[in-house]
């Protein structure tokens, strides 16, 4: 008997319509939402899909995927049928990653026919590689203990859990304290590399919370239960297949059962974060609450903790953004700080606030670049390259990486190395690894014959510490790509056509390489001229005079006694947006 035979490897790698797939993302989160997001709260009323919404639709993302993907495949589009589970294999899998902590969640195929209403008897929630990571938790939950209690007052809170957050917060912690206001910077990393530095002022007090609020796993309320507008069996419709939302629901609950860390905290964990946070804002009484990410769990849940006690709240922008780029286009915060023109308009479409303020003030993070030694930078890259041999290159590239799964990173090194190897004079990589990215996986990636030659930057030092040494910067979509235009490094955005880039080619700051060839033709170009861009190009991806943190301490400050009134604009909606002054824009 013959039959048509294809693997599951196959089939996750055929082409999709992306906008196809956030389509059916989007109806199935809706359909889960009405469904279930009410079954359960936290003690002060957020909905368990509300705080945990980043990972559950991250999650349905991937069971999209597979459900279009094996729709595309003719055999299967031809006769649909039904599917079968493994036996004993797990529900929710994981993905490889090369980031250090955070965990890339997947419905396994078992978990795919599960949801399309196959029964699974034998069928445990988590595979056997997710329940090797899953740390033990048997540990008992952590009292909330005095520490929280002895905070000072402070007029500003702000969180962070990673370094990029602590990057951009500090700036403009450091400006309210010269201006004499104390703030409390609450640190709630879990990966020991993303903890807050020592501030440079007394008045700026780091809170670091304890790592055991985030360990609490095990099972959680009936999450799953129906509590919405749906009778009987409900489904959703992806192509040919018809998703049970109980199912789908049971999934889900089982997914935020898994502690992993304070970037996919468990339900368990963010209801007791909720309880700790409500004793910090109890003790320090601030007028205003930061933040850097207030879509993710800890974000969301701290918005809706400070809303609910007439805290005003300021989300800073600390990363680019594409409208790919953030697994659910939510913004939760009153006052949102974006660092360029361009953002404007996503900002006004993923607001939630119905009093959103969007104030366009640059980046705090980028306020140092001024000061960047190209001398001390280029020695460090040329002692990484072997400089002073007779193997030293003449020329440096230095590639911003992304956390990326390391086939998506063996794409790129590969595209990057075959160009440096085609382009004119010789050529040297050194890789800049992402703050959250495991060093081991550039192991494989540069197991070449020693060209071009190629090295790896500390992680402590990363792109930043390597930017102004470059001739050229290269990254997919990392935001020091936007920190090389500023200081006029030229930059190519690599990957395959269709990959999300940073977009800077689109204002004609950056040369965009889909190929080797485009790499190489790109880099021998640069041996001529490179002219500064004008401000009025720059400021289109990022506004930059050098005192973005001033100016968002300002802000805090100016909406603090009226964090209520009417949004005061330099722009009304709808026009031409400016930079007065050399100052931010700002709409609603």
Known sequence: MQTDQVTTVELETLPLDRHEVDRHVEHLMAGLEAYCSRSTTTRGGAEWLYVQHVPVRRLVTQLVRKLLALSMWTPFARSPGLLSLAPYEGLIGIRDSSSREYRAYTVTWSGVAYTLGAPAPYNPMRSALLRKQVACTSAPEPSLGPSTLRLPRADVVALSWSSRHAGTLLPVLEKLAQDGRRSVLVDLSTDPAERCPNPLSRSVIVHRASPRLFNLDGASDQLWLQDGTYDGNPAVNVRDHAVRLERLAHLAAGLVQVGGGCTQPSWRSMVRVETWLEGVLAAARPHTVVVSNDTSPLGALAIHVSERHGINTVHLQHGAWTDDSVAWPALHSRHIVVMGERDVAMAKAWVRHPEAE????????????????????????????GAGKDRGPDRIAVWACQPFGPQRLRAHADL?????????????????????????????????????????????????????????????????????????IPVLEVGPPGERTLGLADHGLAHRCTTADEVADALSALRGPHPRAEHVTTDAVCR?????????????????????????????????SGLPQGEGASTQ
């Open 544 to 576: 930059w005079r050098g005192d973005s943190a001033a100016e968002i301490a300002r802000l805090i400050l100016d909406r603090a006694d009226a964090p209520r009134r009417a949004p005061d604009h330099h722009d009304a909606p709808g026009s031409e």
């Open 416 to 488: 990057i190395l075959d160009g440096l190897l085609r382009a004119d004079g010789r050529w040297g990589l050194v890789i800049a690894p992402h703050p959250a990215q495991s060093v081991d996986v550039f192991d494989r990636l540069l197991q070449r014959d020693g060209e071009p030659l190629t090295a790896v930057a500390d992680p402590r030092v990363g792109a930043r510490g390597c930017l102004v040494g470059a001739d050229v910067v290269v990254s997919a979509h990392s935001t020091c790509g936007i920190e090389a235009t500023l200081l006029n």
């Open 358 to 385: 969007i104030h366009v003030l640059g980046q705090p993070r980028f306020d140092a670049l001024a000061s960047l030694g190209r001398e001390v930078q280029r020695r460090y890259v040329q002692k990484l390259l």
